[in-house]
């Protein structure tokens, strides 16, 4: 018996299934993953581009600041060597008898810039609540908010010429009527205030920003319970708000130690240690700016930059003791 045959077939075999013939539409799903790699790839390189580049400038800024301590400390050198530890503990200042003491100076700067600090917080905190809940908008809003901008575009030496020409005749009217013993207007108390004004904006502008952060639902939460607006900001805003609020007033801070030329024209200028308030005195940055071109002595001039230096470090100490209690207040 014959054994039968299958028909041979000359009709390709299908293909397995998942298996896509070469075509053009596969050709145009390769090249666009090719392409989505591509970019891929080059994304990820720009992300480490930009990444170094900001360890970079971060390194910069470090190996700056590590410079001007370390340049202020070689100056610094012939007046360490010379006087020590005592150059900080020491009340009298006479170049002409090589005799430094930074002493009167410093207590003239902390002295001045606290006070200027007392003076100016209950000022920033008022313009910054009532920028941040009472009126954040409106036409007086934006003519606060341009003119607090103002007061901290406005160059230092024209804020001595009105201390001058205005702050000084009402301080010393009021030392007259308060008894003071000598009423000159000019001294510590005329520079708080002038640095007070000047510092203002620092605070109130960064306070506005934070008590704008405030979470809407914490307060409405609030004023669902029957909190009061008062309530509100005392017991939820100034809260939440706390650590940027102090953030605000260390910038205030730094900025009030480091200031020259308004605190220059109306601080009195005198080597003494001041005796209250009301009496003139110096301050470390006006001690360099009324006397570093009249230094025609080596440790003269090098007393003077350790003054900087002094100032360099109390301002780097204030700021790690503001940075410990903002971080306390933030892990509370």
Known sequence: MDTPFAPTSTAAAPAPAGILHPGPASAHLAARAAARIRRSFRQIRTENVFRNALVITGLLLVVLVLGIFLTLVVQSLPSIRLLGLKFLWGKTWNPVKNVYGAFPFLVGTLLSSFLAL?????????????????????????????AVELIAAVPSVIYGFWALAVLVPLV?????????????????????????????????????????????????????????????????????????????????????????????????????????????????????????????????????????????????????????????????
Do not use: C
């Open 118 to 146: 007392l003076i100016s917080i209950p000022f920033s905190m008022a313009v910054a609540v009532f920028l941040g809940e009472y009126q954040p908008n409106g036409w007086f809003s934006n003519l606060l908010k341009n």
């Open 172 to 332: 010393r009217r009021f030392e007259t009527r308060i008894g003071v013993e000598q009423p000159l207007g000019v001294g510590v108390f005329s520079a708080s205030l002038i640095l007070a004004v000047m510092i203002i904006p620092y605070a109130a502008s960064l306070g506005r920003s934070m008590i704008r952060m405030v979470p809407s639902p914490l307060k409405e939460a609030a004023y669902g319970l029957g909190a009061t607006r008062w309530e509100v900001i005392r017991s939820v805003v100034l809260p939440y708000t706390r650590s940027g609020l102090f953030a605000g007033i260390l910038l205030s801070l730094g900025r009030a130690l480091g200031e020259t030329m308004a605190v220059t024209m109306v601080i009195g200028n005198t080597s003494i240690l001041p005796k209250n308030i009301f009496a003139p005195g110096n301050t470390m940055a006006s001690v360099i700016a009324n006397e570093f071109t009249e230094a025609d002595k080596t440790v003269y001039l090098s007393a003077l930059i350790e003054l900087g230096l002094a100032l360099f470090l109390v301002t780097v100490v204030i700021n790690m003791i503001g940075k410990k209690i903002i971080d306390r207040f933030t892990n509370e």
